[in-house]
């Protein structure tokens, strides 16, 4: 790893997409500030908006990578295969994340300038994001990464359709394996529903659920690295 | 400083394109690598700068093993492809985003080349040149990189004629005994007067792999026997000017070399000019 490659990554993606980032920047404040004037509390909308921009972000990272000629140009960009990965980490994990957080803040304070100045009470949310589901949110955008790198076209829509298709066959198999326990195993006289509930939440606490998340994104992240280091042109 | 030895790669494993190509390139030289429409000149230059993994065998550019595409290996090393990809950006913008990645990158050298190429630096964004015009731009950039390693892939394609020549002057001046630079074309009019070494590439082997001094110290190139009635003739072309040959130099006189007429002689006599250059 060489700090110098990096930085020179990031100047450089700083110079190509400045612009591009401003632009999609603001277009998340103008739909925070339209949809909290709209509807003040609705934090879930915010967050479902801003999550959807985080997990298209990726695929703007590496698109060099689904041309042929932009492929070469960006394979022989002198730094190392790491070096380019942890770059694009640094930038879907930390700047974009900033930023969707700044202008969400910034579409926010707008809106609650503007409910003031109408008269209205301002912004006031009684909702909150849990750990949990900030990782849940960062395990996403790991999965979106490696989906970037692996697929060839239409990459965010292609992750989306294979983890819906995956997590569909989990989810039926974990069904069916409490179908057929109840089946087999659940006295006849007891509670189904306080059987299933029991086994799952006892299964899950906060913590395991985090280190769960950790994993998946360092396993995500592993496997962007070693596919952008196996991608020939 | 490039070497490949042994090396076997096929798109399809049925059919390799290369089987057991060995090739050692040294600083100093202008490369000149010719060979036939899908003898794998490109994925030859692709394997050399770790864009692709060769099936087989070992490929070591400046110590490094290119597969591994070591940033160290990389900043030595500039590669202009045929489809050049140019990002949505001003000239100006490209050299500061890219030349840091480049220890020796000259910008004075850059805008000099420019200047030659009678290309401004503040004209509008790359990806709206013209074709030629891109190309003149990563010409003047892969110049002013100064890499050790400068491998071009047609690079004359898209250039008008006065720019043919431009080239070739910034080639001329360019190269220095620390320097490779690699030249794969069709448009060997283009380059005849820069290259100094010639690389024949057929059939998934090297054909010849020559300096232009070894070769016309061993075939003689003539018009109607004007130099010299002795000798093997390995290919004959009509011409209006006369009959132009290239035959076995036996006497050992002079002539200019011709790099079509050689690329023809070689593809058809492979066994012979094979074991002359042996």
Redesign the interface.
């Known amino acids: 790893m ?1 700090i110098k ?1 990096i930085k ?1 990554l990031f ?2 993606y700083f ?2 997409n400045w612009k591009t980032d401003l632009f999609q920047f603001g277009i998340l404040a103008v739909i925070v500030f339209f949809a909290t004037t709209i509807s003040a509390s609705n934090l879930h909308f915010l967050i479902f908006v801003a999550s959807v921009f985080l997990m298209i972000y990726p695929e703007r990272l590496f698109r ?1 990578l689904h ?4 492929k ?2 960006y ?7 790491s ?1 380019k990965v942890l770059t694009n980490i640094v930038l879907a994990n930390v700047y974009y994340v900033l930023g969707l957080a700044v202008f969400c803040c910034l579409g926010l304070g707008l809106a609650h300038l503007y409910m003031t100045l109408r008269g209205y009470d301002g912004v006031n949310f009684d909702t909150f994001l849990s750990g949990t589901s900030v990782m849940l949110l960062f395990a996403i955008l790991a999965m979106f990464f490696f989906g970037s790198i692996y697929f060839r076209r239409k990459t965010t829509l292609a992750t989306l359709g294979v983890s819906l298709l995956i997590g569909t066959i989990f989810v039926t198999l974990y069904a069916l394996t409490l179908w057929i326990n109840g089946i087999l195993l659940i006295p006849k006289d007891a509670a189904y529903n306080d059987y299933v509930w029991s086994f799952s939440s006892d299964a899950m606490s906060e913590i395991s659920e985090v280190i769960i998340l950790c994993l998946g994104m360092v396993f995500f992240y592993g496997l962007s690295f070693l596919r952008l280091k ?1 991608t ?2 | 400083m490039v070497q490949l030895e042994n090396i076997q790669f096929g798109y399809v494993k049925s059919r390799p394109l290369f089987k057991d190509l060995s090739l050692t390139m040294e600083p100093g030289h202008i490369y000149g690598l010719l060979g036939k429409n899908g003898a794998g000149k490109t994925t030859l230059l692709k394997i050399m700068t770790g864009l692709r993994f060769p099936d087989g065998g070992t490929v070591t550019v400046l110590n490094n093993n290119a597969p591994l595409r070591k940033a160290e290996g990389l900043q030595n090393l500039y590669f202009l492809q045929e489809e050049m990809y140019v990002p949505h950006l001003k000239v100006a913008d490209f050299v500061k985003a890219y030349a840091p990645f480049y220890p020796n990158f000259n910008h004075e050298q850059f805008a000099e080349y420019m200047h030659e190429l009678e290309l401004d630096q503040e004209a509008g964004y790359m990806d709206k040149l013209s074709h030629g015009q891109k190309k003149k731009v990563l010409i003047a950039f892969a110049l002013a990189t100064n890499t050790k390693i400068l491998i071009m892939d047609e690079p004359t394609n898209g250039l008008d004629i006065p720019s043919k020549s431009v080239f070739r002057k910034l080639m001329a001046s360019a190269a220095d005994e620390s320097r490779l630079v690699i030249i794969s074309t069709h448009q060997v009019r283009d380059l005849h007067s820069l290259i100094d070494m010639v690389a024949i590439l057929d059939n998934g082997h090297m054909l010849l792999n020559a300096s232009t001094y070894e070769i016309t110290e061993k075939l003689l190139f003539d018009v109607d026997d004007t130099k010299s009635s002795e000798g093997k003739v390995f290919y004959t072309e009509e011409n209006p000017r006369g009959n132009y040959q290239v035959k076995e130099n036996v006497n050992h006189i002079d002539s200019n070399l011709d790099l079509e007429m050689l690329f023809n002689a070689a593809i058809i006599n492979k066994n012979e000019i094979a074991n002359l250059f042996k």
């Open positions: 060489n490659n020179n100047k450089t110079i190509e060099n041309g042929n000629s932009s070469i140009h394979l022989s960009i002198p730094a190392s295969n070096e196996e020939e042109a």
